[in-house]
């Protein structure tokens, strides 16, 4: 561990693992079952406390909470983490604290909130102030609008884009566009369905699928039949969701 990347006032547990080139700012505090890996970096007075795994090249900025002593946390690789982020920082209601999960390439904005039990997929983004109750599980290229609410024991499907200002209290599927209090589907997302897909008839099968399972109320049985059938990958996806979901 180099000296020099630390300042001299950060406080330092026995027997967190530090690597050698990871940068500490002032004013922080890093546990004694906190490890980091090479190339992290955090900026003035940052907390870290509990078991937490933090992967390669993780920017956590300044006064931003991470863990409490009953909590267990891994961060994925290139996460950023904005000002003011509380991430498993208080125990869960229930005293029972469930492992929270980050993902690789996510970006946080300053004062998001996350509770025990969140799972959180690969290259999501949450802007500011957005908070994700206990148990909340975001796919990936997961896109949620500032001061937006994700309630308890909800799961937000792959490529969803959510709303500011937005309260979500079920299950959003896959592939769609999410606004309101409460928040309701509006359509797909099909901007993000155009980066993803490479191919135009997948895009037209799911826009075709929407309009059967979804559009006009939600028919489970019918998405269940097709994605029990169907064979394109992107449409099962989306069925099986709807399948399953508590919407």
């Known amino acids: 561990m180099t000296k ?11 027997g967190a693992k530090i690597a050698s080139d990871v940068v500490i700012g002032p004013f922080c505090t890093i546990g004694k079952n906190v ?8 900026e003035s007075n940052v907390i870290l406390k509990g078991k937490l ?3 390669k090249d993780v920017k956590i900025f300044s006064f931003t909470s991470i863990g409490n002593d009953n909590s267990d946390i891994e961060i994925g690789a290139k996460t950023h983490i904005r000002e003011f982020c509380q991430i498993g920082s208080q125990d869960s209601e229930d005293g029972i604290n469930k492992k929270i999960i980050i993902g690789s390439n996510n970006f946080l904005m300053g004062y998001v909130q996350i509770l025990s039990g969140v799972e959180l997929g690969d290259f999501c983004i949450l802007t500011n102030a957005v908070r994700l109750y206990e148990n909340v599980k975001c796919e990936e290229k997961v896109i949620i609008g500032g001061l937006s609410t994700i309630e308890a024991n ?6 969803v884009m959510i709303g500011g200002a937005s309260v979500v209290n079920h299950d959003i599927p896959p592939f769609t566009l999410v606004e309101g209090n409460k928040a ?15 191919s135009k008839d997948d895009i037209e099968e799911i826009k075709a699928i929407y309009k059967k399972v979804l559009a006009d109320g939600v028919d489970k049985e019918l998405a269940k039949e097709i994605s029990d059938e169907h064979q394109n990958e992107y449409v099962k996806q989306f069925t099986s969701f709807i399948a399953s979901s508590n919407i």
């Not at 909800?154 to 490529?159: E, V």
Request: aromatic share 0%.
């Open 53 to 55: 795994k933090v992967d």
């Open 4 to 14: 020099a990347n630390i300042h001299e006032s950060v406080i330092i547990e026995d």
């Open 154 to 159: 909800n799961t937000i499907g792959a490529g």
């Open 35 to 42: 490890k980091l890996k090479s190339g992290c970096r955090l």
């Open 184 to 198: 309701s589907v509006k359509g797909l997302n099909i901007i993000g369905l155009r980066r993803r897909l490479k």
